[in-house]
């Protein structure tokens, strides 16, 4: 697949068990108070026979609210092999997302031919605090299995960069990306990473532009299915009006700069924040007001920076794209924001971080290269330390925001 020297081999080896160790705790927990008994499927005697006709319906049915049939059906062979067995669900958790840190390495391996880079971008991926609620939570198998499906219509669209088997590598990227919306509507965007990703290779080209309408096309038929599943079905009580998709817009602004006050601050995280602001009748704080301009001031400065290199445009507009769909840019949901969202979007930032360290390690001296490799070090072992203790969290069935936090408090930062 990938020529790999043996040391490089055993470090990505170390990196795996080192994500195992994170997570292992959840093999002795039970199941989460919020969703799990939900999600799950209640029909169990249907479940036991896993007929035809049975997994026909789970395709054509929304599943409270949502549709997600490879989702049910994975739950369906975990429970007619091993029963409603907590350990069972959480151990497939884990086992999904070191398959998504492996195909996360092959990819930026793939497309930058850096080892270090690759590995710096991975582990960011594979042991950053919010990845505990993925992990963790049964009910987050959703967006494990899209990303898991996500990245690996990706890993089979750049293959076709250097393989002479071009139609059969896009064929089983368009397969994977067709899997990918099964397991969360959340995968629509990838038409435009792919778009984004042949832009920052110079392989954009007309024959390419012939290529993405397939994507386009489930795309748009997924948004169709998300868009009937949440209004008509679970949230047939709310009312589409002007003001209120307003509100939403412009709290979508400073969702999204939430998201990146956690990616460097990863402290206080919970499980369903609440809306920071839902008060539709009443003017927004100004914190709220003033975070559309931060936001387009930052995505202008990244594109300032195409006249030295592409890196911090293409990584933030890969961070924007794919956290559009949960920015809660529509009056869609109980939250505005979760961790679990961020599990393919933070990839785009950490590819900018990875890149600077890269930088800054080549163009300084033997004593200050020390220094930065002693910081990366320090850096791991603390968001190390801080995921451990989120598991833990989720162990012990401690992740929910406090029952008195209604908007977002700044207090909870400074602390």
Known sequence: MINLKTYQIFILFLLLSLTIILFLPMISASYARTDDFV??????????????????????????????????????????????????????????????????????????????????????????????????????????????????????????????????YIFLSAISFLFSCFSKPMAITLPFVLILIDLYKNNFTKQQIKLYSIYIFLSFIFILIALDSHYEIEYSNIHFDIFRQTISFINAHFNILFYLDKLLLPIKLYCMYPFFYDEFGSMPPFYILYSPAILYILIYLSYLSLRKTKVFFYGFLFFIITILPSSNIFPIGDFAVADRYTYIPYLGLFFIIAKIIIYLYKKNTKYLKISIILLLSLIFIIISFLSYNRVIDWQTNNYAAPKTMKYYDFSIIKK
């Open 39 to 168: 999600m799950l499927p209640s029909k169990y005697k249907q479940i036991k026979n896993l007929s035809f006709n049975y997994i026909l319906e789970t395709f054509k049915n929304y599943h409270v609210g949502l549709y997600h049939p490879l989702v049910t059906l994975s739950y369906n062979i975990e429970i007619v092999f091993f029963g409603f067995t907590p350990a069972i669900f959480h151990f497939d958790n884990i086992i999904l997302h070191l398959f998504n840190v492996l195909l996360v390495f092959f990819i930026f391996f793939k497309l930058s031919n850096s080892f270090w880079l690759s590995f710096i971008v991975t582990t960011l991926f594979a042991i950053h605090p919010t990845r505990a609620e993925v992990v963790c939570w049964i009910s987050a198998r959703k967006d494990l299995l899209y990303a898991f499906f996500y990245l690996l219509s990706v890993w089979f669209y750049i293959k076709t960069y250097s393989s002479a088997k071009r139609k059969t």
